[in-house]
T-cell receptor
Framework: DAGITQSPRHKVTETGTPVTLRCHQT?????MYWYRQDPGHGLRLIHY???????DKGEVSDGYSVSRSKTEDFLLTLESATSSQTSVYFC??????????????FGNGTRLTVT | QKEVEQDPGPLSVPEGAIVSLNCTYS??????FMWYRQYSRKGPELLMY????GNKEDGRFTAQVDKSSKYISLFIRDSQPSDSATYLC???????????FGIGTKLQVIP
């Protein structure tokens, strides 16, 4: 699993509550990503980070925020969870070297249910 | 039209068969092409990636890219029940640029 740990693995929460998911890597990779995976949509990028305190939005960033205070940790926060955010969330890492390309390596995901 | 199209299947084959998995794409600027395997309740695992056109082989797996047709394929020879998984294609312009994924094809190899 390329040294990526996601926590928690499963979470059930109520609509309107804040939720924070954590991704921890031991590979010292510069880039970290949060994706969500939903049937019929595949993997969609929420936010990514290209260094400590450097983050940017992906294609489905509304309702989510991120923070990266250390190279190894990338947090995803759902500010006020909604049922449409029920999904499986994956963290990924990469470290572009070869011609500036590095494939993504994924964690095993967090299954989030918003009731 | 989605940037990357992939038939979700499911695709069922007998053990030992040659499996062909495919994706088409619309953006000719994609340079890197990846295949991931995802077992149930696990994260996607990189199988292989190629740069631009051509073939790449790794054991029983062969990836092909035809940029003129905007078509990529993954072939699995001598398929095994352990190959039963969802296979995701993915594409990138390179570097830290965004990776675009297909929705995945679910494969079942019957013993």
């Amino acid at each position: 699993d390329a040294g990526i740990t996601q926590s928690p693995r499963h979470k059930v929460t109520e609509t309107g509550t804040p939720v924070t998911l954590r991704c921890h890597q031991t590979e010292n990779h510069r880039y970290m990503y949060w994706y969500r995976q939903d049937p019929g949509h595949g993997l969609r990028l929420i936010h990514y980070s290209y260094g400590v305190k450097d983050t940017d939005k992906g294609e489905v960033s509304d309702g989510y925020s991120v923070s990266r205070s250390k190279t190894e940790d990338f947090l995803l926060t759902l500010e006020s969870a909604t049922s449409s955010q029920t999904s499986v969330y994956f963290c990924a890492i990469s470290d572009p070297v070869d011609r500036g390309f590095s494939p993504l390596h994924f964690g095993n995901g967090t299954r989030l249910t918003v009731t | 039209q989605k940037e990357v199209e992939q038939d979700p299947g499911p695709l069922s084959v007998p053990e030992g068969a040659i499996v062909s998995l495919n994706c088409t794409y619309s953006n000719s600027a994609f340079q890197y092409f990846m295949w991931y395997r995802q077992y149930s309740r696990k994260g996607p695992e990189l199988l292989m990636y190629t740069y631009s056109s051509g073939n790449k082989e790794d054991g029983r797996f062969t990836a092909q890219v035809d940029k003129s047709s905007k078509y990529i394929s993954l072939f699995i020879r001598d398929s095994q029940p352990s190959d039963s998984a969802t296979y995701l294609c993915a594409m990138s312009f390179g570097g830290y640029q965004k990776v675009t994924f297909g929705i995945g094809t679910k494969l079942q190899v019957i013993p």
